[in-house]
C-alpha cells in the first residue's frame, strides 16, 4: 500500500516530502526537544531556590523555637520570679518597697533577654490570679491572656500559640506566634502560663501575602493562601515529610508546590512558586522558532518547487500530452525543447501517439464499413414499397371476401415487414418494439398448432423508455424457436424494471431450460468469444444485439442469460434509462 501510494505521487511531491521528513521534521523534533528541556532546566532551577527558601524557612523556625525554649527555661528558672508567684497563688501580696526591688533586680534582667533578640516580640508570665499588682512589660494577672485570644485553660505541658493578635493595653499587633509553658512551684502546682512570643511576618515573609506560603497545624489551625489551604490532603502528606516539592495546578496556574515539616511547631509549611512567566517565556520563544521554521520551509519549499521545475518541465509536457491524448485529444503534439534524454523520449512519444493515431483512423473506418454493410445487407433483402403495396391488394381481397382472420394476419404481417425495413431511426421507443413483438407472436401463432402467450409486465412510465430498433424481437424469437414444442402452449414472460439509473427488460422462456454446455455456448457467442450463430430469420443474433447496444449506450450494458432448471431461460436486457431524444436516435 505505501508503494502504491509513493508510486502516484509526482516528483515535486516526493521532493517536498523528502524535504518534510528529512529536514524539517528532525529540525522541529530537535528544537521542541531543545525547549522542553530547556523548560525543565528553568524549573528546575526554581525548584532548588525554593528548595532553599523552604530550607532557610526551616532553619529560622529551629533557631526561633529553640531561642524561646532557652528564654522560657531563663524565666523558668529564676528563683525569685517563682517565689512571687507562689506568693501570689496563695493570697500573699508584697508591699511596694518589695515590688520595686523585685522590679529593679528581676523584672529588668529578664526582660533584657527579649532586648538582645531581635526575633523575640514579647516574654509574659501570666499569673493564675485574675487580680495582681501587675509589673510592665512582664507580669500580669490571668484576666489578661483574653488580650491574646487565649481562652482555654492554662496548658499542662509546653504548646505552640499560632497566628494571634495581641490587644493588650488599647493595641492591636496581628499575627503573633508563641510558646506557651505552665510555671509550676516547689508543690507541683501551676502558678502560671509564660507566654514567648515572636513575629510570625519576619520568620514567615511569604506568609501572609495572601497567595504565596500557608501553614497548617496537626490540631487543624490554618493561616495563610487560601487556594494552598485547599490543597489539604497534600499538606496533610507533608506530616511525614522533611521535604518535598511537587508540580501541579492552582486556580488554573502551573506550580510549585514545596512543604517542609516544622518539628517544633508540629505544622507543615506550604509555599507555592508561580511557573507562567516560565511557560509563557518558553511559549513564546516556541512560537517564535515555529513561525520561522514554517517560513524556513516554504522558502525551501519554494526552492525546491524553481528547481524540479527547472528540471522536468519537459517531463511535465510529455505528461500532459499523454493526459490530453486519452481524454480524446487525438490531436495533441508534445513541445520539444533540447535535446536531452527526455527531449530524445518527447520525441518517441510523439512518434508514437501518431501510430496510435493512425491505428484508431483504420479501426474506426473498419467498424463503420462493418456496421454500414450489415444494415445496408438488412435494408435490400426486400423491395419495401412493392411488398407492403402487395400485401395491401392481398387485404382488400380477404376483406372483400370476408376472410377476416386472413387480413388480420396480412395486416400483422405488413406491419412487422414495415418495422422490420425502415432503418431511419437507430432507436425506438419501448412501446413500438412491444407492437412489432405482437405482431411477429400473432404471425406465429397462424404458423404452429401450440399458441404462445405474451406475458407483459411493464410500467406505463417505462413504455417510452429508448433501446435500439429490433433488439427484443430476436431475443423472443430465439424464445418461440428454442424454448419448447411448437404443439403445445406456452407463455413468455416480459418484465420490465428500473433501478436506479438502469432499466433492465427480462425475456423469460417459460419452456424447457437450457443445458450448462448450451448456456455456456451462447454467453461466450454474446460476447465475442466465440463464432455467432443467426438466430432468427432476420440474421441479425443475440450478438448483433449485443454490439448495437454497446455501441449505442456504452460497454457497461448489454445482454446477459440465465437459465434454471424447470423454470426455462431468461435474457435479460440492460440499457440506461432515459426518454426518446436523450440518447443517440434519430
Not at 352 to 362: D, E, M, P, V
Request: proline letters at 3%; glycine letters at 6%; aromatic letters at 8%.
Amino acid at each position: 500500500m505505501k508503494n502504491k501510494f509513493l508510486s502516484r505521487m509526482s516528483i515535486q511531491k516526493r521532493f517536498a516530502l523528502v524535504l518534510l521528513f528529512g529536514v524539517l521534521v528532525p529540525v522541529i523534533v530537535f528544537c521542541s526537544w531543545l525547549l522542553h528541556s530547556w523548560k525543565l532546566q528553568l524549573v528546575d532551577q526554581q525548584k532548588t531556590t525554593l528548595s532553599e527558601q523552604l530550607n532557610q524557612i526551616s532553619a529560622d523556625v529551629s533557631q526561633v523555637s529553640e531561642l524561646c525554649a532557652l528564654s522560657a527555661q531563663a524565666f523558668q528558672s529564676n528563683r525569685r520570679l517563682q517565689g512571687h508567684l507562689e506568693n501570689l497563688a496563695a493570697g500573699n501580696r508584697a508591699d511596694t518597697a518589695e515590688l520595686y526591688e523585685f522590679y529593679q533586680n528581676d523584672i529588668t534582667s529578664l526582660q533584657n533577654i527579649v532586648s538582645v533578640n531581635s526575633f523575640l516580640y514579647r516574654i509574659r508570665v501570666y499569673s493564675v490570679c485574675p487580680q495582681i499588682d501587675e509589673i510592665y512589660p512582664v507580669l500580669f494577672g490571668s484576666d489578661r491572656m483574653a488580650d491574646i485570644g487565649w481562652d482555654q485553660p492554662i496548658p499542662t505541658d509546653s504548646c505552640w500559640w499560632i497566628d494571634y493578635s495581641d490587644t493588650m493595653f488599647g493595641a492591636s499587633v496581628s499575627h503573633r506566634m508563641a510558646l506557651l509553658q505552665p510555671m509550676k512551684g516547689m508543690n507541683g502546682q501551676t502558678n502560671a502560663m509564660l507566654e514567648v512570643s515572636a513575629d510570625m511576618p519576619r520568620l514567615f515573609p511569604l506568609l501572609f501575602d495572601g497567595r504565596s506560603a500557608a501553614l497548617l497545624t496537626r490540631q487543624g489551625r490554618a493561616v495563610g493562601a487560601q487556594p494552598l489551604l485547599d490543597q489539604t490532603e497534600l499538606l496533610q502528606q507533608g506530616f511525614g515529610e522533611p521535604l518535598a516539592i511537587r508540580q501541579l495546578t492552582v486556580e488554573g496556574s502551573p506550580v510549585l508546590l514545596g512543604t517542609v515539616y516544622l518539628e517544633q511547631l508540629d505544622a507543615v509549611y506550604a509555599q507555592r512558586m508561580d511557573l507562567s512567566v516560565i511557560y509563557r517565556r518558553v511559549a513564546w520563544v516556541q512560537l517564535v522558532a515555529t513561525v520561522s521554521m514554517v517560513l524556513l520551509g516554504t522558502v525551501f519549499a519554494w526552492a525546491v518547487r524553481c528547481l524540479v521545475n527547472g528540471m522536468l518541465r519537459q517531463l511535465d509536457y510529455v505528461v500532459q500530452g499523454v493526459r490530453q491524448f486519452s481524454q480524446g485529444n487525438l490531436d495533441v503534439e508534445i513541445p520539444v525543447e533540447g535535446q536531452d534524454e527526455i527531449g530524445r523520449f518527447s520525441m518517441q512519444i510523439n512518434e508514437l501517439l501518431a501510430g496510435i493515431r493512425q491505428l484508431i483512423h483504420q479501426n474506426v473506418e473498419k467498424e463503420v464499413l462493418v456496421k454500414n454493410t450489415q444494415i445496408r445487407a438488412l435494408q435490400n433483402q426486400i423491395n419495401a414499397h412493392f411488398l407492403y403495396n402487395v400485401l395491401e391488394a392481398i387485404k382488400m381481397m380477404a376483406e372483400i371476401d370476408e376472410e377476416y382472420d386472413i387480413a388480420d394476419a396480412v395486416t400483422s404481417l405488413g406491419k412487422l415487414l414495415r418495422y422490420t425495413m425502415k432503418w431511419n431511426r437507430r432507436t425506438v421507443a419501448l412501446q413500438e418494439e412491444l407492437e412489432h413483438i405482437n405482431n411477429y407472436i400473432a404471425l406465429v401463432n397462424l404458423r404452429y398448432d401450440g399458441q404462445i402467450r405474451l406475458n407483459k409486465q411493464v410500467p406505463e412510465a417505462l413504455l417510452v423508455q429508448e433501446i435500439p430498433k429490433l433488439s427484443l424481437q430476436p431475443i423472443v424469437e430465439n424464445a418461440v424457436v428454442h424454448g419448447g414444442s411448437h404443439e403445445e402452449d406456452r407463455e413468455i414472460r416480459i418484465t420490465v424494471s428500473q433501478t436506479g439509473d438502469v432499466v433492465r427488460i427480462a425475456i423469460r422462456n417459460e419452456g424447457r431450460a437450457m443445458s450448462r454446455e448450451a448456456l455456456e455456448h451462447l454467453r461466450r457467442s454474446i460476447q465475442g468469444l466465440e463464432e455467432t450463430r443467426s438466430t432468427g430469420g432476420n440474421g441479425i443474433g443475440l450478438k448483433n444485439v449485443q454490439d448495437r447496444i454497446c455501441m449505442t449506450f456504452g460497454q457497461e450494458y448489454g445482454i446477459t442469460v440465465d437459465s434454471r432448471d424447470g423454470a426455462g431461460t431468461t435474457v435479460t436486457v440492460a440499457v440506461p434509462f432515459g426518454r426518446i431524444g436523450q440518447g443517440e436516435g434519430t
